[in-house]
């Protein structure tokens, strides 16, 4: 069972930029899909943005034209690029995986890893 280990969050203005990386622990190319996922204190975890296989990617209305999901198969890493930052986007930014566009929106019955927490603040 491939493992997928989250880091890259920190402290950052508003409008800054970070990257945050999915590493897993195996190969990532037999993977459908990767998703990132966020939850903000108070707040239900939600799906960010998710990238197929075949390179496909679908963001969040709040996202969109801001962040940007890429996966490098030879580093078994997904990467998230945040641009243009605001505060709403603090949250604890975890990844997973799914076998299908329909189930990788699913956020209970997971298995979660620690994720990387991302403030945005002044």
């Known amino acids: 069972q491939v493992q997928l280990v989250e880091s890259g969050g920190g402290l950052v203005q508003p409008g800054g930029s970070l990257r945050l990386s999915c590493v897993a622990s195996?190969?990532?190319?037999?993977?459908?899909?990767v998703g990132w996922y966020r939850q903000a204190p108070g707040k239900q975890r939600e799906l960010v943005a998710f990238?197929?296989?075949?390179?496909?990617?679908q963001y969040t209305s709040t996202v969109k034209d801001r962040f940007a999901i890429s996966r490098d198969n030879a580093k078994n890493t997904v990467y998230l690029q945040m641009n243009s930052l605001k505060p709403e986007d603090t949250a604890v930014y975890y990844c997973?995986?799914?076998?299908?566009?329909?189930?990788?929106?699913?956020?209970?019955?997971?298995?979660w890893g620690q994720g990387t927490q991302v403030t945005v603040s002044s």
């Open positions: 997973n995986k799914d076998q299908s566009v329909i189930a990788i929106w699913r956020t209970t019955n997971r298995a």
């Open positions: 195996g190969s990532i190319s037999s993977i459908y899909a």
């Open positions: 990238i197929t296989s075949g390179d496909m990617t």
